[in-house]
């Protein structure tokens, strides 16, 4: 089906100018050049879209001879990304997915698709994409935009649908689940009704997946503006059981108040992108691993290990424990690391120290968190409350409330603070 220039409602001016330089030029040297995937989509739905995808059936090494600004990446498959100053566009030569019995296709033991490099025609590529509503063209040279799947009419319903087989195609990739999670609740789509059991059926094929692209997939899918839908909908199929086995068990057993915690911290941050804040990964994981460290760190002082070693080595634990699952980049686990040392010495406010941790880089997150846990129900309102007023203050009155703090019996308050359960 092919929609002509006025039966949508996609104009050039919602189109990036870079995207636009691309796609022109493409088709100047006689190249066939689309809009598709996510682009299209949102343009569709008068979302603004995040990036632009370029594909055309020029081949990499042809790209790369009409762009001077191009570079070929990619390992499972050949893509350009043409430059323009930071601005990237990414061009994609068509390509067909290859049948399972196939040579050119290498497949891993639990079905999976490691290499499909094998360039075909536009049709062939809107079959090998993931849902009908990622497979739209959008045609340069008329303006038309040019469905295989049916994407324009779920669209319109509103629907998830994958192409093919949906068990089939989750056992290809299986973070598939985690994109049609992110799509659904961040489009607010629902999913159509062959989705929902292979879904739930494939849910143990995530672990299969290498833990570097999964923190990339996690990641996208808690920075989307709909983190705190995407959670529920991971604990509904099943999904953040595998993902986050340590911080599963802790919604479970309900010792800390996690889900409470959890649900804060995702609709907090889904807050943060309505208003254009800046979100870090950095936090998200700081608290998904929270109660895990704090159970654990319980267990350790509950065999004489003082607060602070216990808490330590709780985080080491932790977090060597959650990166079998999802790997991160060191800089994330030690930006985590930070808030959680912040969170102990947020409790010693005498002297100078609550003067010199404002100046910590972390101490804004840090201090951020703190209010969560509190709000959450974390028995620290007090300490909360005073890092709250103590922030706010100007320095005269800053030096009344470390008094105020370190007039207190030190010892005892820390151990209560730090050791008393929900
Ligand atoms: P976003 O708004 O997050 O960029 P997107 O749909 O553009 O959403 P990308 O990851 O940029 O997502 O991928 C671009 C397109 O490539 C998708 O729209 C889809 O057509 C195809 N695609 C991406 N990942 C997969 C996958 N795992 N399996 C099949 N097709 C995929
Ligand atoms: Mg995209």
Same mark, same amino acid.
């Given at each position: ?6 039966? #949508?409602? $996609? ?42 995808? *370029? ?10 001879? +009409?762009? %001077? ?13 043409? #430059? ?15 049948? #399972? ?5 290498? #497949? %891993?033991?639990?079905?999976? *698709? ?82 929902? @059991? ?20 996690? $990641?996208? !899918? ?7 839908? @995407? ?7 099943? !999904?953040?059981?595998? /993902? ?36 870090? &990964?950095?936090?998200?994981? @700081?608290?998904?691993?929270?109660? &895990? ?23 080491? +634990? ?7 699952? +999802? ?11 930070? $808030? ?18 404002? /100046? ?18 974390? &028995? ?14 100007? &320095? ?5 409330? *470390?008094?105020? @703090? %370190? ?16």
């Amino acid at each position: 089906m092919v929609l002509t220039r006025q039966d #949508h409602s $996609i104009s050039r001016k919602d189109i990036s100018e870079n995207t636009l330089k691309v796609l022109y030029r493409l088709k100047k040297h006689g190249y066939q050049a689309y809009l598709v995937g996510g682009g299209v989509r949102d343009l569709l739905l008068n979302k603004h879209p995040k990036d632009f995808d *370029v594909a055309t059936n020029a081949l990499p090494e042809e790209i790369r001879k +009409i762009f %001077s600004n191009c570079r070929l990446i990619g390992r499972r498959f050949r893509l350009a990304h043409v #430059h323009f100053g930071r601005d990237i566009i990414e061009v994609a030569t068509f390509r067909k997915q290859v049948e #399972h019995a196939h040579e050119e296709v290498a #497949h %891993s033991a639990a079905g999976m *698709v490691l290499r499909d490099n094998v360039y075909g025609s536009i049709e062939e590529d809107a079959w090998r994409r993931d849902f009908t509503i990622n497979a739209l063209y959008y045609n340069i040279a008329d303006f038309s935009v040019v469905d295989f799947t049916g994407g324009i009419q779920d669209l319109k319903d509103r629907k998830l649908r994958m192409i093919g087989d949906t068990a089939t195609r989750f056992r290809e990739d299986p973070v598939r689940m985690l994109r049609a999670i992110r799509f659904a609740s961040k489009l607010d789509l629902s999913f159509s009704d062959e989705l929902v @059991a292979p879904m739930l059926a494939s849910r143990s094929l995530i672990t299969h997946v290498p833990p570097a692209r999964l923190f990339e997939e996690v $990641i996208k !899918l808690f920075h989307s503006g709909a983190a705190y839908p @995407a959670f529920e909908q991971l604990l509904e199929y099943g !999904l953040f059981e595998a /993902l986050f086995p340590q911080t599963f068990a802790c919604l479970q057993d309900d010792v800390y108040p996690t889900k409470a915690l959890l649900t804060d911290v995702f609709t907090n941050t889904d807050k943060r992108i309505r208003e254009d804040k800046g979100v870090t &990964p950095v936090f998200i994981i @700081a608290a998904l691993l929270w109660h &895990p460290i704090l159970k654990l760190a319980q267990k350790y002082m509950d065999d004489g290990m003082s607060l602070y070693s216990a808490r330590l080595k709780a985080m080491e +634990i932790c977090l060597s424990e959650q990166i079998k699952r +999802i790997s991160m980049p060191k800089r994330i686990s030690f930006g985590a690391k930070e $808030i959680w040392m912040l969170q102990s010495r947020m409790q010693n406010r005498a002297g100078k120290r609550a003067e010199r941790m404002m /100046l910590e880089p972390r101490f804004r997150a840090a201090y951020d968190f703190l209010l969560l846990r509190s709000t959450s129900g974390e &028995p620290i309102k007090e300490l909360a409350d005073w890092w709250q007023v103590y922030v706010e203050a100007d &320095p005269s009155e800053r030096r009344n409330l *470390v008094k105020k @703090a %370190s007039g207190k019996p030190k010892k005892k308050k820390r151990k209560k603070e730090d050791t008393e359960k929900k």
